[in-house]
């Protein structure tokens, strides 16, 4: 309890940032439609986030150790409030294709820093329950932000006066908390060789990761407007992703933890070609049928980024898993910076289907690479235990260090 009420701060402005920073994505997506943005000019705007995302990742240890950690994360969160404000008073998709990039940065830079943070204040005997509450109110934070879309009118001074409101809560509880902050420490290299050299079916599995979950949740929107969902029913729609998702983790890293990662990453990718065909099937049913099509969906494509970081972790030495983790970040930032652009190209040219059949076709690639990887590929020497793995920073490796370190 003592561990919690100290982290209180930190879990108070993640909480905050999800609310803010989440709810833009779905905000966006609605609100370019009301203005008549085409499906590429929106997803545009997606491939926009993660590119800032990128240069936020990079850019905030450096101003950690120039700054310190209050100042800088109020630095990031007064950009992504400034790009959230901005958007009323310029109603053009390539001016909130900055706007988004700020959004990116902000989320990069923030998170960067609370999980700095978090690492200096945790021990190998609270590393396990400080993460669970971490994630905890991370998914929170994510899901009340996708609920808090069905009450908000798209391209409203409202709305998105309402999210800047929250990144301002956010601001608080980690500039005035009594806790001590913690001294920078080294930024990681950028080694992208890395990643492959340890294992290249990790490789490819975190760019399709970044494929199928930068396509669903920043074109996401526009598919459930081309199927007809209301405004209200498309922020439910993505809740039941991530809820999905998040059930899927224990069964999932159990099986992980069991067998061979190779055979589960394909097996959980076979799933995955499964849980588009069940999108595809579901909108030509109810609301409820696309809602469920969604969960699943969810459940068999969230844990693919975990499962090839913890393959690639098997084989690496200790004092290689930072840069691994910003190798595997990295990576994952290139499939989902090109992904938005050409999901939303493929909605507009040959309709919602069209989507689901180019993650099906990322995934088949994946199944096709595993089983080629498994008659020339080294077996792994021992598992490192399955965790989940978010995608929030480059030193989220230095938070979810394996027990056998």
Known sequence: MTLLISFAALFVSVFFLQLGLGGVVPLDALSGTALGFTAEQIG????????????????????????????????????????????????????????????????????????????????????????????????SGNLGAQVLIAFLPPAAYVSYNLLALFMCFAIFPLLLTRSEAPSAGAAPRLRPKLAWSKSPLGAVGVVVSGITGAAFRMVGPLYGIAVGLEADRIALFLSAYVVGGALAQFPVGWIADKYDRRLVL????????????????????????????????????????????????????????????????????????????????????????????????????????????????????????YVYTPRTSFLIGRLLRRRDD
């Open 266 to 385: 394909i097996g959980i990718s076979v799933a995955s070609i499964l849980g588009c065909v069940a999108m595809i099937a579901g909108a030509q049913g109810n609301v409820v049928t696309i809602f469920l099509a969604a969960a699943f969906f969810g459940f068999t494509t969230f844990p693919i980024y975990s499962i090839s970081t913890a393959h690639a972790h098997d084989f690496a030495e200790q004092h290689e898993r930072v840069e691994l983790s910003a190798a595997q970040m990295f990576l994952y930032a290139v499939g989902a910076i090109a992904s938005p652009v050409i999901a939303s190209a493929l909605i507009s040219g040959f309709g919602p289907a069209s989507m689901f059949i180019f993650i099906a076709l990322a995934h088949v690639l994946l199944i096709v690479f595993g089983l080629y990887r498994m008659q020339v590929g080294r077996t792994p020497p021992a598992h490192t235990p």
């Open 44 to 139: 545009t705007m997606g491939s926009a986030h993660f590119l800032g995302f990128f240069v936020g990742c990079w850019w905030a240890p450096r101003l950690m150790g120039e700054v310190g950690h209050a100042r800088a994360f109020a630095a990031f969160t007064a950009a992504g409030t400034t790009g959230i404000l901005a958007h009323m008073m310029w109603l053009d998709p390539w001016a909130w294709a900055g706007m988004r990039m700020l959004s990116g940065l902000s989320v990069a830079g923030c998170y960067t820093i609370i999980e700095a943070w978090l690492q200096s204040k945790v021990t190998n005997e609270t590393r396990g329950r400080a993460m669970g509450v971490y994630r905890m109110v991370d998914v």
